[in-house]
Structures are given as C-alpha cells and as structure tokens.
C-alpha cells in the first residue's frame, strides 16, 4: 500500500520559516506529481504548489516569491520550504502525489492519488 508520511509543522511566527517534508513508502507506485495543498477551518482546501517529475513547478499566487517547493533525486520525497509566512498561512498542510499503479499485466496501469494524513501549521504571534 502506499502511504505519505508528513513531517516539519508547528508554531512559528509570522515572518519565520518551516520546511515541511513528504516521503512516500516503498511501493509500485510509479509516482508523477507531488504537492502540498493547505485547508484552514471552514475553508476549502487549496493548492500550495506541485512538481512534475521532471522539476517543473507551480506555486499559488499567495505563496509565489515565498516558498519554495523541491523532489528528491529519488522522486518520492517531497520539500516545501516556507519563508517569511504570514497568519494566513496557518492550515492544515497535506501532502500530495499523483502517479500510476500496475497491480497485473492483465490490469494495465491505473491513475492513483494519495493524501497524506496532515501536519498543522500555525503561525502567531
């Protein structure tokens, strides 16, 4: 099975920084995207920022010039570096990927998206 494993949330204050990271489990998850969407309380969630696996990123327009979103070498780990965050960054960031699994011949491979389970974070004064 394929799991997210999510990692670097917390308390910080505004103007700090936090790196979150995502490593995702060993599995035949042939894996193409990865990202990091955030969901505050009583908001919908929202895209943070993707990577292909080829590096190309895209970046919300409220997190352009502040964060920075990376993949390993490997291609199943995920990093988001957050630079001078703002109370509104304060949510629940959850760890995304995108990729294909091939369960059989017979079967072919088949679209899979995996969440993670959330890592809070929460920036205040």
């Known amino acids: 099975q394929v799991q997210l494993a999510e990692s670097g949330g917390g308390l910080v204050q505004p103007g700090g920084s936090l790196t979150l990271s995502c490593a995702a489990s060993r599995s035949r998850f042939d894996i193409n995207d990865m990202g990091w969407y955030h969901q505050a309380p009583g908001k919908e969630r929202e895209l943070v920022a993707t990577?292909?696996?080829?590096?190309?990123?895209n970046y919300a327009d409220s997190v352009k010039g502040r964060f920075t979103l990376s993949r390993g070498s490997v291609g199943s780990t995920l990093w988001l570096l957050m630079t001078s965050l703002k109370p509104e960054d304060t949510a629940v960031y959850l760890c995304n990927a995108k990729g294909t699994v091939t369960p059989s011949i017979e079967s072919g491979p088949r679209f899979l998206e995996v969440w993670g389970q959330g890592t809070l974070v929460t920036v205040s004064s």
């Open positions: 990577i292909t696996r080829d590096g190309a990123t």
